[in-house]
Nanobody, 119 residues
Framework: QVQLVESGGGLVQPGGSLRLSCAASGLTFSNYAMSWYRQVPGKERESVATIGSAGDITNYVDSVKGRFTISRDNAKRTMYLQMNRLKPEDTAVYYC????????????WGQGTQVTVSS
């Protein structure tokens, strides 16, 4: 049974930092591209950042470039999102996603973690 468990969300002031983690189990982690998505009520889920299975390729949505950094530790089967210089518009539920690098139908989601940026 595949499980993706996010942690690290919370309340932070504008300009602050948070580090999200996504711990994976039940899959061969190194075979999966990993992504962070976020969603606010009434809006579609948005891709924030993606990292390739080997960790050598990363992509970011324009709104977080230069502020967020995605990384992974395949030995620990964990993905991270370091979020710096947070803004109120970063407030959302952040979800972890795993998609097999070849077989795209193998696609899994975590339960989400709330990030709130407010003074």
């Amino acid at each position: 049974q595949v499980q993706l468990v996010e942690s690290g969300g919370g309340l932070v002031q504008p300009g602050g930092s948070l580090r999200l983690s996504c711990a994976a189990s039940g899959l061969t982690f190194s075979n999966y591209a990993m992504s962070w998505y976020r969603q606010v009520p009434g809006k579609e889920r948005e891709s924030v950042a993606t990292i390739g299975s080997a960790g050598d390729i990363t992509n970011y949505v324009d709104s977080v470039k230069g502020r967020f950094t995605i990384s992974r530790d395949n030995a620990k089967r964990t993905m991270y999102l370091q979020m710096n210089r947070l803004k109120p518009e970063d407030t959302a539920v952040y979800y972890c996603n795993a998609q097999h690098r070849r077989f795209k139908e193998y696609d899994y989601w975590g339960q989400g973690t709330q990030v709130t940026v407010s003074s």
